[in-house]
């Protein structure tokens, strides 16, 4: 049945009305130790019926199909452990797992549909932002949260206006503020933002801007091409700033981007002067001349998982190769269970308005076992994970975030060189 879900804490003027509605209805850098102290919360009322009922959302079929398999075999790993260690509310956690697609299609319509009908509680996923803001009126009548391993895009969070998302995954503004700080520390105190104009890539600019102000570096220029006509212009305004490094936001790997490497890397701005961004970071092989980005650096969300974890993700699923998104699936799940816990009630509106308690201000404990046992002596946890402490705020966001470091080779391949955290 339709739950109307309330929202977190830090809508708590909204959170009563909401709660009568249900009834109605029916690494390098390590985050310092918190002091424990108990986070107000606001009473939900009970909505569960006793059993956590996790839907996991990720691609199957489509575009993206190859994410999928990393994602649920993190999830099926979580719920393995947790079951191992009694359950939540004395009851095995169940899972439901359908295909979201990719957003050509209408796969994630119908597999929240039959979420709904199965009495899921809250969904892992989707991976898509795209899927996650087509979703979030639907889950909102639905009274069922996300928590999305990998759905970056910042627009999701001023979206959410009824505390339905939350993910393990840094929004993409985020690398502005981790390449602000590593330029400078790496020689590049002087440095280019070129973007395509789209408004998730002009998102990295000011946190960006700030970042190298706050560690002695500048932006010395941001250049707009919209287009291919306008290529030349935004190179050329580049080349007259003669800056030390040129980070590159493009929303894909598509023909401008292509133009816009070509370009910058004639104009003596490729090789390791050139740096791109998760949505750009793609395997070049085949689409531009052998060597073109020989040397050049980028970076991408997520942590690199240890060989320990990656052997229970192979019990999951014993073929898995790329484990990519698979801790940020495992560690959704994680306070996922954590949350309903908290709350002492499985319904989804329980579960939203506990997602972040879940993460921050309490004591630490890094699984699911440990963090049960400190709740039997203390009000409050601060889970960190594979992801590590990623100490969500009031919008669901990680305020702690992982990052790889990458580097293309001669053939246009890129391939991680190290991680950088914080």
């Known amino acids: 049945m339709p739950r109307a879900l309330p929202p977190r804490t830090r809508r708590a003027s909204l959170l009563a009305a909401a709660a009568a509605s249900v009834l109605l209805a029916g690494c390098t850098a390590v985050a310092p130790m918190p002091t424990p102290t108990p986070t107000p919360t606001e009473t939900v009322a009970p909505s569960g019926d006793g059993v956590l009922r996790i839907g996991t959302l990720f691609p199957t079929t489509g575009a993206t199909a190859f994410l999928g398999s990393a994602q649920l075999a993190g999830v099926n790993a979580a719920i393995r452990e947790i079951n191992a260690a009694g359950g939540v509310l004395g009851a095995p956690v169940e899972i439901v797992s359908r295909d979201s697609g990719d ?62 998302f939350s993910r393990t995954i840094p929004s993409y503004p985020h690398q502005g503020t981790l390449l602000g700080a590593l330029l400078p520390e790496k020689g590049a105190d002087a440095v280019a933002l070129v973007t395509s104009g789209d408004e998730l890539s002009a998102t990295i600019q000011a946190p960006l801007e700030a970042a190298l102000a706050d560690n002695g570096g500048e932006l010395a220029v941001a250049a707009e091409a919209g287009s291919a006509s306008a290529v030349t212009a ?65 970076v991408l969300e997520g942590v690199q998982p240890d060989d320990a974890f990656i052997a229970k993700l192979k019990v999951e699923d014993p073929g898995l190769t790329d484990p990519r998104y698979a801790a940020e699936a495992y560690d959704a799940t994680m306070i996922a269970a954590l949350a309903a816990t908290l709350a002492g009630d499985d319904g989804g509106p329980s579960i939203a308005s506990r997602v972040v308690q879940a993460t921050r201000d309490g004591i630490r404990c890094t699984s699911f076992g440990e963090c049960i046992d400190v709740l039997s002596t203390e009000p409050d946890i601060a889970y960190e994970g594979i992801v590590g402490a990623l100490r969500l705020d009031d919008a669901g966001d990680p305020t702690y975030a992982s990052y790889g470091l990458y580097a293309y080779n001669a053939e246009n391949k890129y391939g991680r060189t190290g991680t950088v955290s914080g």
């Open 103 to 164: 957003a050509s299609t209408e796969t994630a319509e119908a597999s929240f549909a039959a979420f709904v009908e199965k009495g899921v509680d809250v969904v892992i996923g989707p991976s898509s932002s795209v899927l996650a803001e087509r979703l979030l009126p639907k889950a909102e009548e639905a009274g069922i949260p996300f928590i999305s391993p990998a759905a970056t895009y910042p627009s999701l969070t001023t979206a959410d206006t009824a505390g339905l």
């Open 234 to 298: 935004a190179v050329a305004k580049v080349t007259k700033a003669k800056p030390d490094a040129v980070v590159l936001a493009t929303p894909d790997n598509g023909e401008l981007t292509r133009a816009l490497i070509t370009a910058l890397s004639a104009a003596g701005y490729g090789g390791a002067k050139l740096w791109l961004t998760s949505q750009n970071l793609a395997d070049y092989s085949q689409s531009l001349p052998a060597g073109l980005l020989n040397g050049a650096n980028g």
